[in-house]
Structure formats: structure tokens, C-alpha cells
């Protein structure tokens, strides 16, 4: 069974950081895309940012410019660097390996609560 925790929410201020972190149970290597996901609340789950396989990050525009997201694979780690937060920002934020046919790594996990307030 893949863990995958997700850690570093927390309660902030409009404008200001937060810091992700997805560490894993045991090693992905680059073969494997990993992405960050979130869900407010009454909406469904969005995808926020992937990580490629050969390194390449694609965000969603409501992020973009403001998100970055990076891997390191000696760690088993995936971090989401969030600057300039805003209230719609506020939701659960999940990791997980997105299969290329289809479906995930695992199911999704405990998540990491980020509120961001005026």
C-alpha cells in the first residue's frame, strides 16, 4: 500500500505563503507524474498543478503565476509553494499520482486543510 501525506496547511491571511508538502512511503521515480489537488467546500475535486514525468509543470489558470510546484525524487517528496493566497484558495489540498490509463496511484488520502482569510 503507497502512502502519500500530505502536510503544511494551515490558517493565513490574504497575500500571504503557505508552504505543501507530499512525502511518500516509498520511492517514485521520474517515470511517474505526481500532482497537487483541492477541494472547496461543496465544489468537486480540481487538479491545481501536475508534475511531468520529464520535469515539465503545467498549473491551472487560477494559480498560475502564484503556485509553484517541485519534486524531489532522492526525498520522495513533492512540495506546493503557494504565495499571494487568496479566500478562494481556501479548500483541502491533496496529492496523488495520476495514471496514464487512467485513475490514481491511491485513493485519496487525509489531505491538508489551507484557509485563507480577508
Known amino acids: 500500500q503507497v502512502q502519500l501525506v500530505e502536510s503544511g496547511g494551515g490558517l493565513v491571511q490574504s497575500g500571504e505563503s503557505l508552504r505543501l508538502s507530499c512525502t511518500a512511503s516509498?520511492?517514485?521515480?521520474?517515470?511517474?507524474?505526481m500532482g497537487w489537488y483541492r477541494q472547496a467546500p461543496g465544489k468537486q475535486l480540481e487538479v491545481i498543478a501536475i508534475?511531468?514525468?520529464?520535469?515539465?509543470?503545467t498549473y491551472v489558470d487560477s494559480v498560475r503565476g502564484r503556485f509553484t510546484i517541485s519534486r524531489d525524487t532522492v526525498n520522495n517528496t513533492m512540495t506546493l509553494q503557494m504565495t499571494e493566497l487568496k479566500v478562494e484558495d481556501t479548500a483541502v489540498y491533496y496529492c496523488?499520482?495520476?495514471?496514464?490509463?487512467?485513475?490514481?496511484?491511491?485513493?485519496w488520502g487525509q489531505g491538508t486543510q489551507v484557509t485563507v482569510s480577508s
Open positions: 496523488n499520482v495520476p495514471l496514464r490509463g487512467g485513475g490514481y496511484l491511491r485513493p
Open positions: 516509498i520511492h517514485i521515480d521520474n517515470s511517474y507524474a
Open positions: 508534475i511531468a514525468d520529464d520535469g515539465h509543470a
